[in-house]
């Protein structure tokens, strides 16, 4: 199983190209939230570009990789749970690596708690993958013929030193040191990193809607979460090379972009010299004027840092969707204070008015803690109340995680998880009876989709509307639909998430 490789450097990496003739494989499963997603297409595409095959199962693959994630623990456990499962492929020359967040913040531990884990890399230092994968095959640098043109032939071993990494068989260099027979590799950063991982490599999985990364780590450390430890310091990209992406992506056929951050609207564009310098809502305008273009996403929202000139951009430029995810967490001032999330229910309040004041009808999603340490029943009720005021058109709801390293675990009172998980449950059933109503209003309407695809079992299409709403509906037999195709559809049913409609010809 473990074939051997040598080294190119076509367009100046690193590229593994098989002794053996047989195809280096690699199955890579992700946990987590939509910036992780986003992050497997990138590592999936710089993958690819080094030689390996993606395939769709673990039996298939020389490598197993897991992109994980840290947000609670039942999230983190999967992957120790996977990675325990899948152990005994080590025998048959398997190798196993763990990315994101659980990798930046359990580190070398992981190693200790899963032996037959030979790479784990955080997601500063993807950009390093190239020289990391060609470590973790054991390679032997050897001269390949160069193709003609530039950039191709080999460099020997002394070059790659001082990246840190790589590679005289057998020998420690950069962070990779061997445990008995195995290898092993680090990519870990700290918080104060500037690396961000942009390539041109990335391996979208639709063709029709693409996310773009314009930000990426936090700062500004809720008492409950890792993602300050996990992900780094705030750094925003340029203005004008997102805008340069999403040129690219209208280029190739997407008409659907979804802008990604931890907060992303914290945005601070770097541009400097020429390049114009835009605030969120301008560069929201502006990625929403790309001619192709027709729908713009954006998230996580920061209730913090949302200013009214999202809501007068979501106003003047018809691209953006009429949709704002703005995470409340708690209705109570108290818990948000002490949560250390930077704004009041007031202040929470005066944004959705905000919001609701505009001229579109912007639906409104959040996500809220329950259970968090000294939530008393009488702040819980703030939370329900909070619940009615807004009217959300769908809540995502989690029990309070202890995390490590997080503020949180030194406050006392805790709650017992049979009470959280109560308090969830009278959270979600309020929540459905809320959606019941709003998804009702929408009978009868005329709303425009992006068909999304067919359900043979059910005979109906997929769609989903600028609000982000589900809505499965008929067509006459021979409508000849298309995913990725816009369509107007009329409403006919509600239910509590989602809608059911038929085909305007
Ligand atoms: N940056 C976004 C914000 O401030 O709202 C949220 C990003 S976080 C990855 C996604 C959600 O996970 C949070 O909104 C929060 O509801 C939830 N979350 C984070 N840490 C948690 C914890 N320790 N326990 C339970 N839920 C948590
Ligand atoms: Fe986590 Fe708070 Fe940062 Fe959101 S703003 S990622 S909840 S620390």
Redesign the pocket.
Known sequence: MTSRAILSYMSGVPQLVPEDGAQKTFYLETF??Q?NVHDSEKVIGTLVQQGYRQVETVEQAGLILYNTCS??DKAEQKVFHRLADHKKLQAQGKKFGVLGCVAQQEGEKIFERAPHVSLVCGSASYQNLPQMLVELEGVVAREIPRPAGKGAGLRDDASLKGAGWLTTEGKREGRKREAGSLIRITGLDDRQTDKCFETEFTARSNPHRGYITIIEG?D?F?A????PFTRGKERSRTSESVLAEARQMADLGYSEIQLLG??VNSYKDPAGGFGKKRSFAELLAAVGEVPGIKRVRFT????RDFGRDIVEAIDAVPALCDHVH??V?SGSTRVLDAMQ?LYSREQYLERIAWIKAAKRDIAITT???VGFPGETEADFAETLSLLDLVGYDSV?T??????PN?P?LALEDAIPDDEKARRLEVLMIRQREIQKKRYQNYVGAIVEVMVEGFNEARAQWIGRSSQNKTLNFTAPAPAALKAGQYAQVRVTTSFPNSLLGELVL
């Open positions: 987590g939230c910036m947000i609670r936090c500004k809720c409950y979460c890792v993602v931890q907060n996580t929202s920061h209730p703005l995470p967490q999330r996500d809220t803690i995502f989690f029990k309070y995680s202890p995390r997080t949180s």
